[in-house]
């Protein structure tokens, strides 16, 4: 049974197998509990189990092995799917894949139309929706003349107007240009502080995982890593190991300590970096 105030997402000791001849588990007893309103970054190298356990979180997958929760549901209830699909609502790397009308304004109305959503209620959450996202001027344009990074933020758009607790990007910026990278991740930044929203954001991206809240590290279907991203990436050397690469200014903060300089190990911005040296080289000009 749904219930509100319930974790939006947990996974206890999942697993998921895609096939019964290989062993092989994609998902490999996860056990994983995201809190309400916080930002989670997933990383991990082609094949670690990302996407599968996106999948997992809205119910596309059901779980082997284990269990997955969404708002207190239960992903294997049949009974629950179209309601979980309601509470988590995930947006793909392609938003041509997920863009089926001529015109924003009626792919924004599509998720709403399954859902059976009155006319006189769907009207105000379209709006609202395409406002978000800063795309009310397009609400009237063909999808297929927009910008990757405006297609984006329709298909966002879509899963908002079904007012999800819980958002899941799969990596959502994978297919844009780093202008449009950074407009999708900084509407979706926007949503989750001004309304609460949950968000699980799936990246390969390092600089995208370093503005998240927290950082969990896939490997071979096994979370072997979280924490905020100054404890994760301050762990160069392993997850380089992972095939992994760090935030340029982790890896110059990591080359300087073996150096001798006495750096923290919180550095992920070049912001971060000229303040932290301001600290350690000129000590009385940083207190002023």
């Given at each position: 049974?749904?219930?509100?105030?319930?974790?939006?997402i947990v996974l206890d000791q999942a697993c998921y197998q895609y096939d019964e001849q290989d062993e092989t588990l994609a998902v490999d007893h996860v056990t994983l509990s995201v809190?309400?309103?916080?930002?989670?970054?997933?990383?991990?190298?082609?094949?670690?189990g990302k996407s599968t356990m996106a999948k997992l979180m809205n119910a596309i997958y059901l779980p082997t092995e284990g269990k997955v929760m969404v708002c207190g549901m239960d992903t294997t209830s049949e009974e629950d799917v179209w309601s979980i699909r309601k509470h988590a609502g995930m947006v793909f790397q392609n938003p041509d894949n997920q863009i089926v009308a001529n015109v924003v304004r009626e792919d924004v109305a599509f998720g709403l139309e399954n859902l059976?959503?009155?006319?006189?209620e769907m009207l105000p959450r379209i709006d609202e929706a395409l406002s978000a996202v800063r795309m009310t001027e397009r609400a009237d344009s063909?999808?297929?003349m927009l910008s990757g990074g405006q297609k984006q933020r329709?298909?966002?758009?879509?899963?908002?107007?079904?007012?999800?607790?819980?958002?899941?990007?799969?990596?959502?910026?994978a297919m844009l240009d780093p202008s449009g990278r950074k407009d999708v991740l900084a509407t979706v930044h926007r949503l989750n502080k001004e309304s609460g929203m949950t968000v699980v954001w799936i990246t390969h991206y390092m600089e995208e995982a370093a503005?998240?809240?927290?950082?969990?590290?896939?490997d071979s279907?096994?979370?072997?890593?979280?924490?905020?991203?100054?404890q994760v990436f301050s762990r160069v050397e392993e997850i380089k190991a992972l095939g992994l690469d760090v935030p340029p200014m982790a890896e110059l903060a990591l080359r300087?300590?073996?150096?001798?300089?006495?750096?923290?190990?919180?550095?992920?911005?070049v912001t971060d970096m000229v303040k932290e040296l301001k600290k350690t080289l000129c000590p009385s000009k940083s207190s002023t």
């Open positions: 049974m749904e219930q509100q105030q319930a974790t939006p809190e309400k309103g916080s930002f989670v970054a997933v990383l991990g190298h082609n094949g670690s059976g959503v009155p006319r006189e063909a999808p297929h329709v298909a966002i758009a879509g899963v908002l107007a079904m007012q999800p607790d819980v958002m899941i990007m799969d990596e959502a910026t503005t998240a809240d927290r950082v969990v590290v896939l279907g096994k979370a072997v890593m979280d924490g905020t991203p100054a300087l300590r073996n150096a001798g300089l006495p750096l923290e190990e919180n550095i992920l911005t």
